[in-house]
């Protein structure tokens, strides 16, 4: 149940509340392609893509567990381990699909247990993913002892450019992920059901809704697509780390937010997250193709999530949504 | 729902169209990758860019600046600088973009030597020479190296404890050993340098290797609960100068500051060479050796590298190792003198 703030407002707020989001991105790209030409290219809009496909999947992994009113601290740290452990079969097995099941296999498992802990349990998930971000990353630390594992096979660092009906291979299983994320939220009945418990939990149950094992599994599929994430990202680097992906569960809740997901649960859209992420992959390259120092990146970056989110929270308490 | 689905296709569509469409090739700024000269661009410009693995730091700090002063020196006209927060992932992505943005060489402080290899990898195809600063690369082709041997350097501290203790029974010299930044691949390289050191000397014993992730409460932390365990540890190694600040107000809470003339003095070891550390050494307070690191070297030979490519006087794969010295009370004033140290120069 949405709530609309009812205010008088001009038609020209209207508009900017609810295109908003558009509007910054296309003042972004207006400024970007005025300062640096090489912004509007096809090769750089393709790079962008290429370069974030990992983080929009994951992303949208992300936004399962923050439509149910979770969140998911441990991504990264799944993506560094499971890579290490994948690295470490692949280099002594060279069998690239075993290896990309073993990936998603270990991610998916640790959404189950990142799940069952929260639901079953009923430790706060902050807490809970928090936990577990430090084991899995420490675990993948007691493994290498810092070292980074390298010496993948050529077929697998291919892999993440190699294209198929022409289309880049990390672009298509994005496009993949993308279509079938929107099925599922939006035109299958799990989707009403996961919506249904991050509005209402307690009204959920009552209409005969298994709230446990909705909730448990956004967490599965967040895991799920975080393996995903991972095949991706470690063919990107060709090698795995225990350091790989440290910011990015932050970096993926604040696209889900950006998106206009409520952290409470119950609000958000596929199209959202992945304006959210792209937002967010566009100000990055941006920033560095104009040559900004790294110190203005970190504060003209912060500027733009926060006016971005808050027009998105602004948008969606209006009823524009 | 059919407007949400109708913005989900033409999104799709629009990055299938994308995906497909050519990639455009970095023949359009005139240079063909010729690792003996540079052609140059069409406005003329020459633009380098230096991706950091990290610019938090002094020393950082310094080479960036003596890297900027020697390309402007060299004749280009803009130097971009990057930080990569030492995450490899990024800094591919700093690489490509540097690609797209067609600039005339990159000097990369890698985040780690194996990760960046396929940035390399991309630029080599994109025809923009990569000079390697700081630390190696291990793969693609670098057009030249001004690297430091962060191994050599931590061995270097232990080397000092040990011939500072030498001839005390085995085992009897306690170590602690601070662990840094983990994501950091120098400093990892340090440490294992220092163990490696460390195993040279009987009597020298590492008793705990605490994980303070380069960090100052936590180096605190570490140091305070170390000699709650066992007060008769007798050396501390810390990767990096800064961290002896905390290390140094933790043995002063602890009650175990002691001047460097008194037996009860804990021998402080570290890398680096900033200027608070290295004045410490001069008033003969705090610490007793630190391993300096040649950084106005790396910007410097880095940004004489970039110049010698833009004429085709140099090809690929030269390397040039720079000097690390081994600095303590003896000879810290010398070293200033003879401008050895960039974090103090003569006269300061």
Redesign the interface.
């Known amino acids: 149940m949405k709530k609309a703030i009812m205010f008088k407002r001009s038609r020209i707020l209207d508009f900017l509340l609810k295109y908003g989001i558009y509007i910054v991105i296309l003042a972004l790209f207006t400024v970007f392609s005025i300062i640096s030409p090489s912004f509007l290219s096809v090769r750089n809009l393709v790079n962008i893509l290429d370069q974030y496909s990992y983080y929009i999947i994951g992303a949208i992994g992300m936004m399962f567990v923050i439509l149910v009113g979770g969140v998911d601290l441990s991504s990264g740290a799944m993506i560094a381990f499971s890579g290490i452990i994948g690295s470490l079969y692949l280099i002594s097995t060279k069998n690239i699909p075993q290896t990309m099941l073993i990936i998603i296999g270990i991610c998916t498992l640790c959404g189950l247990l990142n799940g069952e802990v929260v639901s079953s349990i009923g430790v706060p998930a902050f807490v809970a993913t928090l936990a577990f971000q430090n084991m899995w990353r420490g675990a993948g630390y007691t493994i290498t002892l810092g070292d980074t594992i390298s010496g993948l096979p050529r077929a697998f660092t291919r892999l993440y450019s190699t294209r198929i009906f022409g289309i880049k291979f990390s672009i298509l299983v994005l496009i993949i992920v993308s279509l079938v994320a929107a099925y599922v939220l939006h035109f299958s009945s799990y989707g009403k059901k996961l919506y249904a418990v991050g509005d209402n939990r307690n009204a959920a149950k009552i209409m005969g809704i298994n709230v446990r094992r909705i909730h448990c599994s956004a967490f599965v599929i967040c895991g799920f697509l975080t393996g995903i994430a991972t095949i991706i990202v470690t063919s990107y680097i060709g090698s795995a780390r225990a350091a790989t992906a440290e910011t990015l569960s932050l970096d993926c809740i604040a696209a889900v937010i950006i998106g206009g997901a409520n952290v409470n649960g119950g609000e958000g859209n596929i199209i959202g997250t992945i304006i959210g992420a792209l937002l967010f992959a566009l100000v990055k390259n941006g920033l560095n193709l104009i040559g900004l120092s790294y110190f203005w990146q970190l504060i003209v970056t912060g500027i733009i999530i926060y006016f971005a989110a808050a027009l998105n929270r602004l948008k969606v308490r209006a009823g524009l949504d | 729902?059919k407007k949400?689905?109708c913005?989900?296709l033409t999104?799709?569509l629009i990055?299938?169209g994308?995906?497909?469409?050519?990639?455009?090739s970095n023949s359009d700024s005139g240079s063909e990758g010729n690792p003996f000269g540079h052609d140059p661009k069409a406005d003329g410009k020459l633009v380098a860019a230096f991706l950091c693995a990290e610019?938090i730091g002094q020393q950082v700090q310094f080479e960036i600046d003596e890297f900027e002063k020697g390309c402007k020196a060299e004749g280009f006209d803009?130097v971009?600088?990057?930080?990569a927060?030492?995450?490899?992932?990024t800094q591919?992505?700093?690489m490509?973009?540097?690609i797209?943005?067609?600039v005339d060489i990159i000097a990369l402080y890698s985040a780690?030597?194996?990760?960046v290899?396929?940035g390399v990898e991309a630029c080599n195809e994109a025809g923009i020479p990569v000079i390697a600063v700081d630390r190696s690369i291990?793969?693609g082709q670098v057009y030249f190296s001004v690297v430091s041997n962060d191994v050599s350097d931590g061995r270097d501290i232990a080397e000092y404890f040990g011939l500072q203790t030498a001839g005390a029974p085995e085992g009897t010299v306690k170590v602690l050993h601070c662990i840094g930044n983990?994501?950091s691949?120098a400093q990892?390289s340090r440490?294992v340098g220092f163990r490696a050191g460390v195993d040279g000397w009987p009597q020298l014993k590492i008793v705990a290797e605490p994980a303070t992730e380069a960090n100052a409460d936590k180096t605190y932390n570490a140091v305070v609960d170390a000699f709650k365990n066992d007060p008769d540890i007798k050396c501390i190694m810390v990767t990096m100068d800064h961290l002896l600040v905390p290390v140094v107000q933790a043995l002063e809470d602890t009650g175990h500051l002691f001047p460097p003339d008194d037996p009860n003095h804990v021998l402080l070891g570290s890398c680096d060479g900033a200027t608070e550390q290295l004045k410490w050494l001069k008033q003969g307070i705090n610490n007793d050796v630190i391993i300096g690191l040649d950084f106005a070297g790396f910007g410097t030979y880095a940004a004489k590298a970039a110049g010698r490519y833009i004429r085709g006087e140099e090809s690929y794969d030269n390397k040039y190792q720079t000097i690390s010295y081994v600095i303590t009370r003896d000879n810290v004033t010398m070293l200033q003198e003879q401008s050895k140290l960039w974090g103090l120069l003569p006269g300061e």
């Open positions: 729902m949400l689905l913005l989900l999104m799709c990055m299938v994308m995906a497909c469409g050519p990639v455009a610019v803009e971009i600088i990057l930080s927060e030492n995450n490899v992932e591919i992505s700093q490509r973009d540097m797209t943005r067609d780690d030597p194996d990760g290899v396929p291990y793969g983990l994501s691949s990892n440490h």
